[in-house]
């Protein structure tokens, strides 16, 4: 299993930009395709980004496709997801986790979480 640990967000205007990190833990992190998610107060978790184990392949909500761009470094077994022109509604609280390419969409491959990581974006 990988455990992961989210970090890199804060407060940031409408507009601007951040890089979330998502560290990984154990040796297999380069065998699993990855994803961010997030989850916004009141609201469900819901997909965000995948990309393929080896990178080859992306994948992105609609909301956030030609803002955000995953990206990952299996020699460091870590996960960025680069995040420009953020805007209000991205606001939430991001979270990393294993996926599974199905149908409908990504994912989460494994039941934990880890405490995420909180991006507030103000207007």
């Known amino acids: 299993q990988v455990q992961a640990a989210e970090s890199g967000g804060g407060l940031v205007q409408a507009g601007g930009s951040l890089r979330l990190s998502c560290a990984a833990s154990?040796?297999?992190?380069?065998?699993?395709?990855m994803g961010w998610f997030r989850q916004a107060p009141g609201k469900e978790r819901e997909f965000v980004a995948a990309?393929?184990?080896?990178?080859?392949?992306?994948y992105y909500a609609d909301s956030v496709k030609g803002r955000f761009t995953i990206s990952r470094d299996n020699a460091n077994n870590t996960m960025y997801l680069q995040m420009n022109s953020l805007k209000p509604e991205d606001t939430a609280v991001y979270y990393c986790n294993a996926v599974l390419l199905v149908v409908g969409g990504p994912k989460p491959l494994f039941g934990s979480w880890g405490q995420g990581t909180q991006v507030t974006v103000s207007s």
């Open positions: 990309i393929t184990w080896s990178g080859s392949a992306r």
């Open positions: 154990g040796r297999t992190f380069s065998n699993y395709n």
